[in-house]
Nanobody
């Protein structure tokens, strides 16, 4: 059974930093991409950042330059370094893994990030 477990969320003030981590366990092969999505109250879930198996990454415009995604292929972990946090970054952040030529998704349960002004 594949399991994704996020950690690192919490309450911070605007301008501060947080680092999210996600560990993938279970029988999983050929990970195509790992990434982070977020969902704020009353809004749809949106892509924050994603890193592909080859190492390239893409970011939402709202976080580019402030957030950095990284991945440890050997440990099947992915991290999201979030700097210069803003109140609008407040959301539940979900870890995501895409496998089987991007046809199958696995999700974590989410970790809450709250940024106060």
């Amino acid at each position: 059974q594949v399991k994704l477990v996020e950690s690192g969320g919490g309450l911070v003030q605007a301008g501060e930093s947080l680092r999210l981590s996600c560990a993938v366990s279970g029988r999983i092969v050929n990970i195509n991409a790992m990434g982070w999505y977020r969902q704020a109250p009353g809004k749809q879930r949106e892509l924050v950042a994603r890193i592909f198996s080859g190492g390239s990454a893409n970011y939402a415009d709202s976080v580019r330059g402030r957030f950095t995604i990284s991945r440890d292929n050997a440990k099947n972990t992915v991290h999201l370094q979030m700097n210069s946090l803003k109140p609008e970054d407040t959301a539940v952040y979900y870890c995501n893994t895409k496998v089987a030529a991007f046809t199958l998704d696995y999700w974590g349960n989410g970790t809450l990030v709250t940024v106060s002004s």
